[in-house]
Structures are given as structure tokens and as C-alpha cells.
């Protein structure tokens, strides 16, 4: 299913791109909305990968006396850059494609042992994706709708470091980095301020795997259960210039 969403969205990106090349040949003008052309922006909002909880089991199968973790839903970033073409049959729509990286928290989780021996075990990651974009202009009013979907290059480590003394769950062998093509798909609205500036509000999720938790398999996890591409979800505030036709 999801090398089927992941194709689909590839093809989408693909067409998007093919279908605003054309309009753009025509010449159609932008009746409502940001100016057609090159637009950059930035934004940032609330995210992260979605890796397992330290739950009471884990730490009873790790035979750990205590143990903390941060699944951090917190402070995500993306930067971007794309083309708008609008679409002379359809006087509201605007198609293109952009190209944007997203940088997210860490997640931590940390195991301390009866004897006081604590380790840790981080993820990290960022995203560079490609996406087919629609924005629908609602007519006068200056609000708009968004869709993106399309491929996105996942990139995310599982750093492991114990203290000194005896390794409470996991062997340092065990972290490693892994990056991995998966299907991405983004929705919200939005607010034209003029034909340059507009902010919006866009709810984005990787399609990705679901890491096992530290206590799986009796307290004793393998490298391929815990190091994998987790999904990534984030709800972001972003603010784009729309720069128009350049005559590139």
C-alpha cells in the first residue's frame, strides 16, 4: 500500500509539474491569489518522529530500576522553495512543485539499571522532499486551500551511548543511520496578504515504520527492530514570498 501511495504521489508530483508547464505556456494570468511564478518560505510549528513510549513492560524486561523519555512533538522546522503556475481552465487554481527540507527534535530515551548505570538511546533525523503542490484561492476573500504530496528522502540516526559499566539494554553496535524514500502527504489552509506575502497553516505526515521499544523481544531488541525510518508528523505556521515571473 504504501509503494503504491508512494508511486502515485511520485506520478502526481510528475504531473502537477507536466499540467503547470503547459498552462504556464499559455500565458494564464493570475486572477486571484499570490503572484504564479517562484515563491521561497520558512516555517515552523510543532512535530517529530514517532518512535515507541518507555512504557512499564520495557523497563521490566530491561530489569531497569527507572528510565525516562521524550518523544518530542516539539519545536520542528522547514525551509522550501517552489514554482506556481496558475491554470487558465480553472481560474482559482494554482499548480507547481516545491522542493523543501524539514529539520525536527530528537527523540531520547534514557534506562537506569540497579546498579546506577544509565544509558541512552536517541534518534535524530531531518527530511528533504519534493512535492506536487494545488493551492486553491476561495475566490476575493484571500483564503486559500493547499494539498501536497509526493516522495520525501528520510534521513534519521539511532545513536546509542552507555555509561560506564555494564550496557543496561543495548550495545553500542546497535546505532547506526538509515535513510529511506517514503511517500509524504500535506494538507491546510491559508491567507494571502497581497500577491507576494502569504502565511499558512500545513499538517504534513511521512509514511514510515514503526520502531519496536526498547523492551521488545524480552529486553533483548535487535538492530533491525529498532533502527528503522520512523514516520514523521508535524503541524507548522509558515510564511512564503512569492517573487512572480522572473523571466527565468
Not at 508512494?6 to 502537477?16: D, E, K, M, N, V
Not at 499548480?95 to 548505570?117: D, S
Not at 493547499?146 to 559499566?165: C, D, F, I, M, N
Request: glycine content about 14%.
Amino acid at each position: 500500500m504504501k509503494k503504491i501511495f508512494l508511486i502515485s504521489g511520485a506520478a502526481l508530483a510528475l504531473g502537477f509539474a507536466g499540467a503547470s508547464s503547459a498552462a504556464a505556456l499559455m500565458g494564464a494570468p493570475g486572477a486571484v491569489g499570490t503572484l504564479p511564478g517562484i515563491y521561497a518560505g520558512v516555517g515552523g510549528g510543532w512535530g517529530g518522529m514517532d518512535t515507541p513510549k518507555l512504557t512499564q513492560t520495557d523497563l521490566a524486561n530491561l530489569s531497569a530500576a527507572s528510565g525516562t523519555y521524550k518523544i518530542h512533538k516539539g519545536v520542528s522546522a522547514r525551509g522550501y522553495l517552489g514554482y506556481l503556475w496558475a491554470i487558465q481552465q480553472v481560474q482559482n487554481l494554482q499548480l507547481g512543485a516545491e522542493l523543501g527540507y524539514n529539520h525536527y527534535p530528537k527523540n531520547k530515551y534514557t534506562v537506569t539499571n540497579a546498579n546506577n548505570v544509565t544509558e541512552s538511546w536517541n534518534y535524530k533525523g531531518y527530511t528533504i522532499d519534493l512535492l506536487g503542490v494545488a493551492k486553491y484561492n476561495f475566490g476575493n476573500t484571500g483564503f486559500n486551500g493547499l494539498l501536497k504530496v509526493g516522495p520525501a528522502y528520510v534521513r534519521q540516526k539511532l545513536a546509542v551511548t552507555p555509561a560506564t559499566g555494564t550496557p543496561v539494554m543495548l550495545a553500542p553496535s546497535l546505532g547506526a543511520s538509515k535513510g529511506k524514500v517514503k511517500a509524504e502527504l500535506a494538507g491546510g489552509l491559508g491567507y494571502d496578504i497581497n500577491q507576494n506575502i502569504d502565511v499558512n497553516v500545513i499538517v504534513a505526515h511521512v509514511f514510515g515504520s514503526k520502531p519496536a521499544s526498547l523492551g521488545s523481544n524480552a529486553g533483548v531488541p535487535t538492530k533491525a527492530s529498532v533502527n528503522k525510518v520512523a514516520s514523521v508528523t508535524t503541524a507548522m505556521l509558515s510564511v512564503a514570498y512569492h517573487f512572480g515571473d522572473l523571466n527565468m
